[in-house]
């Protein structure tokens, strides 16, 4: 991994599996996205803002023209939870690349 990650547990103690999770979650998608200049990733223990507790994690994939966000709550498995916001950035740079590229040429 050549890329500056952050990751942060953020009102818990650090979780190795957690850890290990995302870090191998963020070599999958170095070797398809090499375009990210960056990771940022972030986990908080469950909370109950809407009424039933859940890990939140949010992944946070640095570009050169900005950043796509990923974020998951799920229940009480936080590996679930990684999972799920790898799955979701994955898609996300996914459509980032299949997306068609608008220019103001023409206009």
């Known amino acids: 991994m050549n890329y500056p990650v952050d990751l942060r547990f953020i009102g818990m103690l650090p979780a190795a599996s957690v850890a290990a999770a995302a870090l191998g979650s963020i070599s999958q998608l ?4 090499s375009e990210v200049l960056g990771w940022k990733v972030s986990v908080e223990p469950p909370q109950s803002a ?4 859940a890990y939140a994690v949010q992944v946070q994939a640095e570009l050169a023209e900005g950043a796509l966000v990923a974020t998951r709550a799920h229940g009480a498995d936080p590996l679930a939870t990684v999972r799920d916001a790898f799955e979701g950035m994955e898609q996300l740079l996914g459509r980032r690349l299949a997306a068609p590229a608008f220019t103001s040429a023409g206009y």
């Open 30 to 33: 170095d070797a398809v996205h």
């Open 50 to 53: 809407w009424g039933y507790p």
